[in-house]
């Protein structure tokens, strides 16, 4: 079994910062692209940020400049450094792990629970 915890949300005023913080456990083998996404109410779950194994990284244009994604491959963990945050940005926020399971041949996505994140005065 595989598990992605994200941690780190929380109510956050305009032009604030917040670090959201993802780590897998279980039986994994490796992980490739790790990714953020988020979805606002009513909205479709939006692409944030993704970072290789390799730590090549891309981010959405909404958050470039303000958003920092990272990782620990010793760790199993990716981070999101958020700041200069708008009320645009409330949403959930959900970490994604493109991995493979010790004993498996392929590999496959997984998906945190979500953590909100609110901005607001």
């Known amino acids: 079994q595989v598990q992605l915890v994200e941690s780190g949300g929380g109510l956050v005023q305009p032009g604030g910062s917040l670090r959201l913080s993802c780590a897998a456990s279980?039986?994994?083998?490796?992980?490739?692209?790790m990714r953020w996404y988020r979805q606002a109410p009513g909205k479709q779950r939006e692409l944030v940020a993704a970072?290789?194994?390799?730590?090549?990284?891309n981010y959405a244009d909404s958050v470039k400049g303000r958003f920092t994604i990272s990782r620990d491959n010793a760790k199993n963990t990716v981070s999101l450094q958020v700041n200069s945050l708008k009320p645009e940005d409330t949403a959930v926020y959900y970490c994604?792990?493109?991995?493979?399971?010790?004993?498996?041949?392929?590999?496959?996505?997984?998906w945190g629970q979500g953590t909100q994140v609110t901005v607001s005065s």
């Open positions: 279980g039986s994994i083998f490796s992980i490739g692209v």
């Open positions: 970072i290789t194994s390799d730590g090549n990284t």
């Open positions: 994604y792990a493109f991995l493979r399971r010790i004993g498996v041949r392929y590999y496959d996505e997984y």
